[in-house]
């Protein structure tokens, strides 16, 4: 599986982004899908995630409340809804899908496959 994020940009604080992972190659419908994010300078910390079959769904504690995780399996993707961004939400974002259907989702080597990243900044 292929996976392409994009939706990244810049927004003030309080803002809105829409964030969209494309999957291509092999449908995904059946697989974990992720967002993690890493800061500059910092590790790669999971944002969220969400099983097969829209659910169910997982957030890091940071971002409860705020974001937001959806997927659409006819069209082979995920989005994550990004509200009430945080001058500490700051970092590139990387999609991610899993073979397994469940697991150590907030761990790094729980995926398979990756996408390139999209940079999201918060200005204060």
């Known amino acids: 599986v292929q996976l392409q994020a994009s939706g990244g940009g810049l927004v003030q604080a309080g803002g809105s982004l829409r964030l969209s992972c494309a999957a291509s190659g092999r449908s995904s419908s059946s697989y974990f899908m992720g967002w993690f994010r890493q800061a500059s300078g910092k590790e790669r910390e999971f944002v969220s995630g969400?099983?097969?079959?829209?659910?169910?769904?997982y957030y890091a504690d940071s971002v409860k409340g705020r974001f937001t995780i959806s997927r659409d399996n006819a069209k082979n993707t995920v989005d994550l809804q990004m509200n009430s961004l945080k001058p500490e939400d700051t970092a590139v974002y990387y999609c991610?899908?899993?073979?397994?259907?469940?697991?150590?989702?907030?761990?790094?080597?729980?995926?398979?496959?990756w996408g390139q990243g999209t940079q999201v900044t918060v200005s204060s």
């Open positions: 991610a899908c899993s073979e397994k259907s469940f697991g150590a989702y907030k761990r790094p080597d729980f995926y398979d496959s």
């Open positions: 969400i099983g097969w079959s829209s659910g169910p769904t």
